[in-house]
């Protein structure tokens, strides 16, 4: 099936650094991409949606100036955290989606990214 | 998007077939009901789909009665490899189409 591929899959950073995740689509292209968020024993929250070519949508709440997305090609989009805070620290996932024969999507998940910011 | 409302957790024993019943009232007609595995520190995998009456693929069941207002996954003979979070996700499909994840039920299985 299709994969999607997420780099790195840890990273720890200093208060006030930035830090960029990057989300591939490896043997599919995905016009349109989708981050997600996860705090420890909660569900994923969906942050923004990185449309290929053009600005990406963000949900209520979600600070765009603080989270930077890019989708600069049809198999690659990039999450930055700008001015990390311990706050930020999370499990960050990327999916895309492809069609299913018939009817029907399928989304495939990266493997996440876990943040902590010290 | 249709709100889902799953049980929080599930316990069950090696061997056994778990039902996993989500309620999803406000499915609309284009809705397809889909169902993800997460492990812990990993992205959710996906498990089937479905939009009416019943759906199995080589990992499980997916029974959706007649007014689609709920849906149950079946898993057969789990094992302790079973032991997860299961998202029920209803909303229509497209590759462009966002996904929001309710609570989500976690399952543990003893041995």
């Known amino acids: 099936g299709a994969v999607v591929s997420q780099h790195p899959s840890w990273v720890i950073c200093k208060s006030g650094t930035s830090v960029k995740i990057e989300c591939r689509s490896l043997?599919?292209?995905?016009?349109?991409m989708f981050w997600y968020r996860q705090f420890p024993k909660q569900s994923l929250m969906l942050m923004a949606t990185s449309n290929e070519g053009s600005k990406a949508t963000y949900e209520q709440g979600v600070e765009k100036d603080k989270f930077l997305i890019n989708h600069a090609s049809l198999t690659l989009s990039t999450l930055t955290v700008t001015s990390a805070h311990p706050e930020d620290s999370s499990f960050y996932i990327c999916?895309?989606?492809?069609?299913?024969?018939?009817?029907?999507?399928?989304?495939?998940f990266g493997q996440g990214t876990r943040l902590t910011v010290v | 998007l249709a709100k889902t409302t799953q049980p929080i957790s599930m316990d069950s024993y090696e061997g056994q077939e778990v039902n996993i019943t989500c309620s999803h009232n406000n499915i609309a007609t284009n809705d397809y009901i889909t169902w993800y595995q997460q492990f812990p520190s990993q992205g959710p995998r996906f498990i089937i789909q479905g939009y009416k009456t019943k759906v199995t693929n080589e990992v499980a069941s997916l029974f959706i009665p007649a007014d689609r207002k709920s849906s149950t996954l079946s898993l057969p003979r789990v094992s302790l490899s079973d032991t997860a979070v299961y998202y029920c996700l209803v909303g229509p499909t497209s590759n462009t189409g966002k996904l929001i994840f309710g609570q989500g039920t976690t399952l543990q299985v003893k041995p």
């Open positions: 043997d599919f292209q995905a016009t349109t």
């Open positions: 999916s895309a989606h492809t069609l299913l024969q018939g009817a029907g999507t399928e989304a495939f």
